[in-house]
C-alpha cells in the first residue's frame, strides 16, 4: 500500500518536472499502528493512546492499521500476508509470550532490549512479565497492559428475575444456575461466540477441573491432553455449551456480548476488554465474578507492541513505543480499555470498581497463560484448537475433540 504511495508521488514529481533536487520538503511523518482494535471499547482504548501520542510526538502522524474481528483472527491474517509482501507496518499488536515468538523466530521484529534501558522499563513492568518477553536474552515488544481472561461477565437484572442473586461458589452451581435460568424462559443463558471465544470458555473449564498447574503443564507439556482429567473438562464444557446460543459460530464476541446486554442471556465468558465495552455501549450496570472454581488463578494476556524489521519511519515508531511504556500512556489507554496497566506505577484512581479489583487481583493471583490470546500458544497451536472447536460444532463427538487436541499439543508444542 504504502510502496503504491510512493510510486505514485516519485510520478507526480517527475510529471510536474520537480525532482528530489529541487524539493526539500521531508515526506510526511507517519507511524502505521496495526491492530485488531476496530469498535467499541477496544477503539475507545486505542484512540486514548493516540490522543497521547499526538502529546508526546508533535510531527508525527498516527496512521491506523487496524483490521476488524475480535481476538485478532483477520487481522493476524492481514499481516502475515503483508509480512509476505516485504510491507510491515511500522509497528504490531502481538500477545506477549509463544504468540510472539513466531515474529522472533522469523525475523520479523527488533530487538527492543536497549529500549528498556533508555526507558527504565525494567524497573516498573514486574519481573515475571519481563521473563516473559525475555527469548534468548532479549526483548523485543513494549507491553500496554495485562488482560485478564477468565471472567464471567452477567446481567444482574436477568439473573434476579430468576432468584439469583449470588456468584455460584463452584461449577456445579453455575450449571444449576443456569438450568434455573432457563427454567425461567431464557432459552440460552449463556452467550457465546465463535471458536477462540470457546476456546476461552474450554480454558476456563480446565483450569477448575485440573487445577493452576496442571493447566499451564498443557502448554509445557507436563500435562497429558490424553489424560481423563481432560475428558472430564470436556464433559464439563460440553454441559456448558448445551446452555448456549446455538448459532454461537456465526458470532464475534461483541455480537454475543449484545445478547447479554439485551437481556437474551444471563451470563458470558469472557476477557476484560468486556468491562470497557460494556460501559461504552452503555451497560455500565454488568456484574463479573471469576469464573467458578478457578479460585485466585488470573489467566493473564498482555497486548504488546513491536517494531516491525524494517520500518519505514523509525523515529515515529519509536516515539510510539514510549508513549505505550510510559506511565501517562498505559493510565489513560487502560481506563478506557478494561486492562490493567503492565506497569506498576500508575495510581488505581480513575480505574473502574472492577479494574480495581483486578489491579489487586493482579498482584496475590496464581497467573497461568491464555492459549487463544498467545500467551500459551503459538499461532498455529490457536489454528488448530480453532479449528477442532469448528469441526465440533459440526459433529459433537467429545473424544474426537479431545483426540484433536491432544494432537495439536503434539504437533505445536515448543520443547
Ligand atoms: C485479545 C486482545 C484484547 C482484545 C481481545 C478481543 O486478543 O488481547 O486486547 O482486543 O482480543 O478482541
Same mark, same amino acid.
Given at each position: 500500500?504504502?510502496?503504491?504511495?510512493?510510486?505514485?508521488?516519485?510520478?507526480?514529481?517527475?510529471?510536474?518536472? +520537480?525532482?528530489?533536487?529541487?524539493?526539500?520538503?521531508?515526506?510526511?511523518?507517519?507511524?502505521?499502528?496495526?491492530?485488531?482494535?476496530?469498535?467499541?471499547?477496544?477503539?475507545?482504548?486505542?484512540?486514548?493512546?493516540?490522543?497521547?501520542?499526538?502529546?508526546? +510526538?508533535?510531527?508525527?502522524?498516527?496512521?491506523?492499521?487496524?483490521?476488524?474481528?475480535?481476538?485478532?483472527?483477520?487481522?493476524?491474517?492481514?499481516?502475515?500476508?503483508?509480512?509476505?509482501?516485504?510491507?510491515?507496518?511500522?509497528?504490531?499488536?502481538?500477545?506477549?509470550?509463544?504468540?510472539?515468538?513466531?515474529?522472533?523466530?522469523?525475523?520479523?521484529?527488533?530487538?527492543?532490549?536497549?529500549?528498556?534501558?533508555?526507558?527504565?522499563?525494567?524497573?516498573?513492568?514486574?519481573?515475571?512479565?519481563?521473563?516473559?518477553?525475555?527469548?534468548?536474552?532479549?526483548?523485543?515488544?513494549?507491553?500496554?497492559?495485562?488482560?485478564?481472561?477468565?471472567?464471567?461477565?452477567?446481567?444482574?437484572?436477568?439473573?434476579?428475575?430468576?432468584?439469583?442473586?449470588?456468584?455460584?461458589?463452584?461449577?456445579?452451581?453455575?450449571?444449576?444456575?443456569?438450568?434455573?435460568?432457563?427454567?425461567?424462559?431464557?432459552?440460552?443463558?449463556?452467550?457465546?461466540?465463535?471458536?477462540?471465544?470457546?476456546?476461552?470458555?474450554?480454558?476456563?473449564?480446565?483450569?477448575?477441573?485440573?487445577?493452576?498447574?496442571?493447566?499451564?503443564?498443557?502448554?509445557?507439556?507436563?500435562?497429558?491432553?490424553?489424560?481423563?482429567?481432560?475428558?472430564?473438562?470436556?464433559?464439563?464444557?460440553?454441559?456448558?455449551?448445551?446452555?448456549?446460543?446455538?448459532?454461537?459460530?456465526?458470532?464475534?464476541?461483541?455480537?454475543?456480548?449484545?445478547?447479554?446486554?439485551?437481556?437474551?442471556?444471563?451470563?458470558?465468558?469472557?476477557?476484560?476488554?468486556?468491562?470497557?465495552?460494556?460501559?461504552?455501549?452503555?451497560?455500565?450496570?454488568?456484574?463479573?465474578?471469576?469464573?467458578?472454581?478457578?479460585?485466585?488463578?488470573?489467566?493473564?494476556?498482555?497486548?504488546?507492541?513491536?517494531?516491525?524489521?524494517?520500518?519505514?519511519?523509525?523515529?515515529?515508531?519509536? +516515539?510510539?513505543?514510549?508513549?505505550?511504556?510510559?506511565?501517562?500512556?498505559?493510565?489513560?489507554?487502560?481506563?478506557?480499555?478494561?486492562?490493567?496497566?503492565?506497569?506498576?506505577?500508575?495510581?488505581?484512581?480513575?480505574?473502574?470498581?472492577?479494574?480495581?479489583?483486578?489491579?489487586?487481583?493482579?498482584?496475590?493471583?496464581?497467573?497461568?497463560?491464555?492459549?487463544?490470546?498467545?500467551?500459551? +500458544?503459538?499461532?498455529?497451536?490457536?489454528?488448530?484448537?480453532?479449528?477442532?472447536?469448528?469441526?465440533?460444532?459440526?459433529?459433537?463427538?467429545?473424544?474426537?475433540?479431545?483426540?484433536?487436541?491432544?494432537?495439536?499439543?503434539?504437533?505445536?508444542?515448543?520443547?
Amino acid at each position: 500500500m504504502r510502496m503504491v504511495a510512493v510510486l505514485a508521488a516519485v510520478a507526480l514529481l517527475a510529471a510536474s518536472g +520537480c525532482g528530489a533536487d529541487h524539493d526539500d520538503t521531508p515526506p510526511p511523518a507517519t507511524v502505521e499502528v496495526f491492530t485488531w482494535w476496530a469498535e467499541g471499547g477496544e477503539k475507545a482504548g486505542l484512540d486514548a493512546l493516540i490522543t497521547q501520542f499526538g502529546t508526546d +510526538c508533535r510531527g508525527q502522524r498516527f496512521e491506523n492499521g487496524a483490521v476488524a474481528g475480535g481476538a485478532g483472527v483477520n487481522a493476524k491474517q492481514a499481516l502475515t500476508e503483508r509480512m509476505i509482501r516485504h510491507d510491515p507496518p511500522d509497528t504490531f499488536q502481538a500477545h506477549a509470550g509463544a504468540e510472539l515468538l513466531d515474529y522472533i523466530d522469523a525475523g520479523q521484529v527488533a530487538d527492543l532490549t536497549g529500549y528498556y534501558a533508555d526507558w527504565g522499563l525494567r524497573d516498573v513492568l514486574p519481573a515475571g512479565l519481563i521473563d516473559d518477553l525475555t527469548v534468548r536474552g532479549k526483548i523485543y515488544s513494549v507491553p500496554a497492559n495485562i488482560h485478564r481472561a477468565n471472567v464471567v461477565w452477567t446481567n444482574p437484572a436477568v439473573l434476579a428475575a430468576a432468584g439469583i442473586t449470588a456468584p455460584p461458589e463452584d461449577l456445579h452451581a453455575f450449571i444449576e444456575d443456569l438450568a434455573r435460568l432457563k427454567a425461567a424462559g431464557v432459552e440460552a443463558p449463556l452467550a457465546l461466540g465463535r471458536d477462540w471465544t470457546q476456546l476461552m470458555l474450554l480454558e476456563a473449564v480446565l483450569i477448575t477441573d485440573l487445577g493452576a498447574d496442571r493447566f499451564a503443564g498443557l502448554f509445557t507439556g507436563a500435562t497429558d491432553w490424553t489424560s481423563a482429567p481432560v475428558a472430564e473438562a470436556i464433559g464439563d464444557f460440553v454441559t456448558l455449551l448445551g446452555y448456549g446460543n446455538l448459532d454461537r459460530d456465526a458470532l464475534d464476541w461483541p455480537q454475543a456480548e449484545r445478547l447479554l446486554i439485551d437481556g437474551k442471556a444471563g451470563y458470558q465468558l469472557m476477557g476484560d476488554w468486556a468491562a470497557a465495552d460494556l460501559t461504552a455501549k452503555g451497560f455500565p450496570g454488568y456484574g463479573w465474578f471469576t469464573f467458578p472454581g478457578n479460585g485466585n488463578t488470573f489467566q493473564w494476556l498482555a497486548d504488546s507492541f513491536t517494531l516491525s524489521t524494517g520500518a519505514a519511519n523509525l523515529g515515529g515508531t519509536e +516515539c510510539w513505543l514510549k508513549t505505550v511504556g510510559s506511565a501517562a500512556g498505559q493510565q489513560v489507554f487502560n481506563q478506557a480499555k478494561g486492562s490493567i496497566p503492565a506497569r506498576t506505577d500508575v495510581p488505581a484512581t480513575g480505574f473502574s470498581p472492577y479494574q480495581q479489583s483486578a489491579m489487586t487481583d493482579w498482584k496475590s493471583a496464581v497467573q497461568v497463560p491464555s492459549c487463544a490470546h498467545g500467551s500459551g +500458544c503459538s499461532q498455529a497451536w490457536q489454528s488448530a484448537v480453532n479449528a477442532a472447536l469448528r469441526a465440533y460444532s459440526t459433529a459433537p463427538d467429545p473424544k474426537t475433540l479431545q483426540g484433536a487436541l491432544a494432537q495439536a499439543a503434539t504437533r505445536f508444542i515448543r520443547s
